[in-house]
């Protein structure tokens, strides 16, 4: 997706978590896989209007630091950090290019971010540079678009968004639009590498312990809509979680 795509979102962006597959699906999930951060140091790439580094700020991290490329995006995250205090930095960079940090976080997180990568070497880059910011032993957590999404499969409509492949295909996989149902709706370009990609480029970075998390319904969400209505998302669910260990 391009920096201007994200510009165009802004602080819109921060709607998607209220739509029933990031609310009950992807942040719970997400929240979940990377536990305990109570006095650690949380470096958030990708970190949009700082979602995750406010809620991981609130559960107790001791230093929170959001970089995403896009400057609208880091405006609107910076919106809420003056409307709201919570300590949490944030700068405008490119994951590819990330500077060398002043010294190394205990955690990393990805969410919606190695898919960006225009080819192999980009997201090898990527993965190197997080690698490069992590201390030994760090974590990293990703959430990406699952590689084996069924794109002829239920829509997901009633969960808020929609996956549709573009019918292009770039070095990393297919590439893919996101419609995120809000009013007016909201749809982004990214691609969906292949599983092998993704785990080549965190090794070749120094990875290990490379582990795949399936994305699982919060039992809040059970308990709104009942375990039928989330029988198509989690037959074809579109969201997959990775963990590694530098």
Avoid at 23 to 50: N, Q
Avoid at 113 to 119: G, H, I, S
Avoid at 120 to 134: D, G, K, P, Q
């Amino acid at each position: 997706m391009s920096v201007q795509q994200y510009d165009e979102i802004g602080e819109a962006f921060e709607g998607f978590k209220a739509l029933p597959l990031a609310r009950y699906g992807e942040v719970p999930s997400f929240l979940a896989m990377v536990g305990d951060v109570r006095g650690k140091s949380v470096l958030d790439l990708a970190s949009g209007t700082g979602f995750y580094s406010r809620e991981l700020k609130r559960r107790g991290a001791a230093e929170v630091f959001g970089v995403d490329i896009s400057g609208e995006m880091v405006a609107a995250a910076r919106a809420f950090e003056d409307a709201d205090p919570l300590g949490v930095r944030y700068e405008v960079g490119d994951v590819a290019e990330l500077r060398p940090q002043e010294r190394p976080f205990d955690v990393a997180l990805g969410v919606q971010l190695l898919n960006y990568a225009p080819d192999i070497a980009a997201m090898e880059r990527m993965c190197h540079n997080v690698r490069r910011s992590l201390k030994p032993g760090g974590a990293f957590f990703v959430l990406a678009q699952t590689p084996e999404y069924r794109y002829d499969g239920p829509s997901l409509a009633k969960y808020g968004f929609l996956c549709e492949a573009t019918g292009e295909e770039i070095e990393t996989g297919p590439r893919v639009r996101i419609t995120a149902l809000l009013d007016p709706p909201i749809s982004f370009i990214g691609a969906c590498p292949r599983r092998e990609v993704y785990e080549q480029a965190l090794r070749a970075a120094g990875f290990s312990e490379v582990t795949w998390v399936p994305l699982e319904v919060s039992d809040a969400g059970l308990r709104a809509f009942g375990t039928e209505f989330w029988a198509d998302l989690l037959a074809n669910p579109p969201l997959v979680m990775l963990r590694c260990r530098a």
